[in-house]
Nanobody, 121 residues
Framework: VQLQASGGGLVQAGGSLRLSCATS????????VGWFRQAPGKEREFAAA????????SYADSVKGRFTISRDNAKNTVYLQMNSLKPEDTAVYYC???????????????WGQGTLVTVSS
């Protein structure tokens, strides 16, 4: 499964961005998808995850109430809507997928290349 993350960019604090994670050539509907992020000099950390049918989601405490993960299986795409962005949200955001269940740890089998989100103060 090849994943393509997109939608990153530069935004001011308090602004919003929507990230997309898409796959082509293979149906996404049986995969759980997670979003992780890695800030400069820090370890990769969990942000949000969604199960295969979108009925179960999980969020890190640091993004809860500000980020929303969703999916459109007809479009083979998972989204991460990020609102009320803070400078500490600055990171490279990665999406990952697996058929083995939804995890908050990086126990995913397939990873996208990452998209950079920069939040200015």
């Amino acid at each position: 499964v090849q994943l393509q993350a997109s939608g990153g960019g530069l935004v001011q604090a308090g602004g919003s961005l929507r990230l997309s994670c898409a796959t082509s050539g293979r149906t996404f509907s049986s995969y759980a998808v997670g979003w992780f992020r890695q800030a400069p000099g820090k370890e990769r950390e969990f942000a949000a995850a969604i199960n295969w049918n979108g009925r179960s989601t999980s969020y890190a405490d640091s993004v809860k109430g500000r980020f929303t993960i969703s999916r459109d299986n007809a479009k083979n795409t998972v989204y991460l809507q990020m609102n009320s962005l803070k400078p500490e949200d600055t990171a490279v955001y990665y999406c990952a997928a697996t058929q083995r269940g939804m995890f908050t740890s990086p126990s995913y089998d397939y990873w996208g290349q990452g998209t950079l989100v920069t939040v200015s103060s």
